[in-house]
């Protein structure tokens, strides 16, 4: 209750006038989040920082086009926020070290374990696991296993909590192919190109848990796979 009482929330970025510290937490969209800057920022006093929760974009592209790439820094929680432990830290080539070390004692204060990324694509988490589980798409693909296969041969062989399959409905099949696209085109290379099943399933909506089908078909109990 006296978490609650001291939130407030609002559809007006003046809300932000006073804010220390403003997370970013937009869809895995770099448009929409540079667009998201253009407009926070006269909003912002001067010593305001700026994080964003990007899993997979340039900090330094993303702190460009704010008027403070210098208080500017990426800070990666892992999905669902409540319950994973971890989040991911990434300085931009202009984060200054003040920026850093505010957003590293945060981090810690907010009970939560960091790891510190360089700015590459997709960072530390996200540049091993959106390929395992784009391997497990092309595995479907290629016919090796169905999906309850898949799923089970990585939870019961792996020990995983979730196989990639259901970890992908999870995530958003969505995100999954942006975060594998900003791998293909900020690294050049076809290891990490896109399944062609993941972009069909995109292209018909299923996108997931989010809609109700993706690799598996949620208006269901269980859930049936749809492949």
């Known amino acids: 209750t006296a978490a609650i009482a001291r939130i407030s929330t609002g559809s007006d970025l ?23 800057f253009k407009k926070l920022v006269p909003n ?8 964003t929760n990007t899993s997979s974009i340039s900090i330094t592209r993303l702190a460009a086009s704010t008027d403070r790439p210098s208080k500017f820094m990426g800070m990666h929680f892992m999905n669902p926020v409540p319950v994973m432990q971890l989040v991911e830290l990434i300085r931009g080539i202009a984060t200054d070290e003040a920026t850093f070390n505010a957003i590293a ?29 784009n391997e497990a798409v092309y595995t ?15 939870k019961l062989g792996a020990n995983h909590p979730m196989g990639p399959l259901e970890l992908a409905d999870f995530i958003g099949l969505d995100t999954c192919l ?30 997931g848990r989010k809609v109700g089908r993706g690799f598996y078909d ?5 859930p049936v796979p749809t492949r």
């Not at 003046?14 to 998201?36: C, G, M, P, W, Y």
């Not at 479907?140 to 990585?154: F, H, K, N, S």
Request: charged share 20%.
């Open 105 to 133: 004692e945060l981090t810690a204060n907010i009970g939560k374990t960091a790891a510190v990324a360089e700015d590459f694509p997709a960072f530390i988490v996200n540049r091993i696991l959106l390929p395992m589980i």
């Open 44 to 51: 912002l006093k001067p010593e305001a920082l700026i994080a």
């Open 218 to 222: 949620y208006s269901k109990t269980p």
């Open 178 to 207: 942006a975060v594998m696209q900003v791998l293909y085109e900020g690294l050049a290379d076809s290891k990490y190109r896109p399944c062609p099943l993941l972009v069909k399933y995109v292209e018909a909506g299923w996108v």
């Open 140 to 154: 479907l693909y290629e016919g090796v296993g169905g999906v309850q296969a898949i799923d089970t041969a990585l």
């Open 14 to 36: 003046s809300v932000f006038h006073d804010a220390d510290l403003v997370v970013e937490a937009a869809t895995e969209n770099e448009a929409l989040k540079r667009e998201i």
